[in-house]
């Protein structure tokens, strides 16, 4: 597999803290390409808007907002790191959780079933 980077968007997550739903939130993962992303010198994973613009212009349009990044690797296995500044402040943790769910079904679930569909 090597390594994979996504970016998960999400709209309605104020809406979805507010009544404590986490079906509420919309989402969509986009794996992205080498020159969208930025390695940091302290393992954190930085999204490169400038080298992605068709996929910033998207989420505008249909009111999306960049929430995390999801790594995939043989080696570390799966790291997250999320847009603290994309959570709202009165119940950070349920928003925490809303956001590794949506992450978990994407880039956990809905890829394994790909691959275990490939391998059939």
Known sequence: ??????ILLMRHLLEAVR???VEIADSEPHWLTSEQ???LDDGRIEFRPTSAPDLTTYAR??????????????QDGCRTFVDECAL?????EFALRIFH????????????????????
């Open 19 to 21: 009544q404590r739903k």
């Open 61 to 74: 349009e249909q009111s999306f907002r960049p929430v995390g990044m999801v790594v995939l690797d043989d």
């Open 37 to 39: 992303y930025r390695e």
């Open 88 to 92: 709202p402040k009165d119940d950070h």
């Open 101 to 120: 769910t949506h992450a978990y079904f994407w880039f956990i679930h809905v890829t394994s079933l790909g691959e275990n569909r490939e391998r059939s």
């Open 1 to 6: 597999m090597g390594k994979r980077v996504g």
